[in-house]
């Protein structure tokens, strides 16, 4: 007997994949406006934050597109075929908690043991960030160094190595497409201010208060980004 392999699938597919089978019966029709997020995590019983993975996977292969302010709407025309991201199966919003749980361990260690060197490093980098008021390519280098320099304050290269491999998953379509959608324009602000917190926590050697305010920092971007 052969059997074939149990595959589990992230509960954003399994959404996409039911939203692909209504719009394939006819239940929403080219063109037209799928009902809002909220109402779609009513009906299916899931979280907002998974409903917006899902309508974001649909729009980077076709199968919608999402008018920021005015709703999502089904392609017309439809795609032809079956088309996959390409991206790994990861979760978005598990990407963002993963982050949360891994730098708010960074940050207090980076409290502890970054040396003089580091700590004036890190407050000429939240300087250089204040200067960048757009989420564009700049603002997104200097903050991965402002990340990666955190990691590397810890003393420990395989933490700082482990950080560069959380940020690049950031690279997905998917996520570059929901950062397009809902960083809006006082996105790059608030995260400033945020890095100010966290920076001057960590240059005051105050490991716990830098663990709460990185916590907090990447809270607030799960919190813009999935409008929790």
Do not use: C, Y
């Given at each position: 007997m052969s059997l074939s392999q149990v595959k589990v699938e992230r509960l954003y597919r399994q959404i996409s994949n039911q939203l692909i089978d209504a719009i394939r019966r006819g239940d929403f029709?080219?063109?037209?406006?799928?009902?809002?997020?909220?109402?779609?995590?009513?009906?299916?019983?899931?979280?907002?934050?998974?409903?917006?993975?899902?309508?974001?996977?649909?729009?980077?292969?076709?199968?919608?597109e999402i008018r920021t302010g005015n709703g999502v709407f089904v392609a017309n025309p439809l795609p032809q075929d079956i088309i996959t991201s390409g991206d790994d199966e990861f979760s978005?919003?598990?990407?963002?908690?993963?982050?949360?749980?891994?730098?708010?361990?960074?940050?207090?260690?980076?409290?502890?043991?970054?040396?003089?060197?580091?700590?004036?490093?890190?407050?000429?980098?939240t300087e250089s960030l204040l200067q960048l008021q757009h989420n564009d390519a700049q603002f997104l280098q200097q903050d991965k160094a402002f990340h990666l320099l955190i990691s590397a304050m810890s003393g420990n290269d395989l933490l700082r190595d482990m950080m560069e491999y959380l940020w690049n998953k950031r690279h997905s379509a998917r996520f570059i497409r929901l950062e397009q959608h809902y960083?809006?324009?006082?996105?790059?602000r608030e995260m400033n201010q945020d890095h100010q917190r966290?920076?001057?926590?960590?240059?005051?050697?105050?490991?716990?208060?830098?663990?709460?305010s990185m916590e907090q920092h990447l809270q607030h971007v799960c919190d813009r980004l999935f409008a929790l």
């Open positions: 029709t080219p063109g037209g406006a799928l009902p809002a997020e909220r109402e779609l995590a009513k009906q299916l019983g899931v979280s907002r934050s998974s409903i917006r993975e899902a309508l974001i996977a649909l729009e980077v292969t076709g199968w919608v978005l919003h598990d990407l963002l908690k993963a982050r949360q749980a891994f730098e708010g361990m960074t940050a207090e260690l980076a409290a502890r043991h970054g040396n003089p060197q580091q700590r004036a490093a890190l407050l000429a980098l960083a809006d324009a006082d996105f790059a966290i920076a001057q926590a960590i240059v005051d050697g105050d490991a716990l208060q830098a663990r709460a």
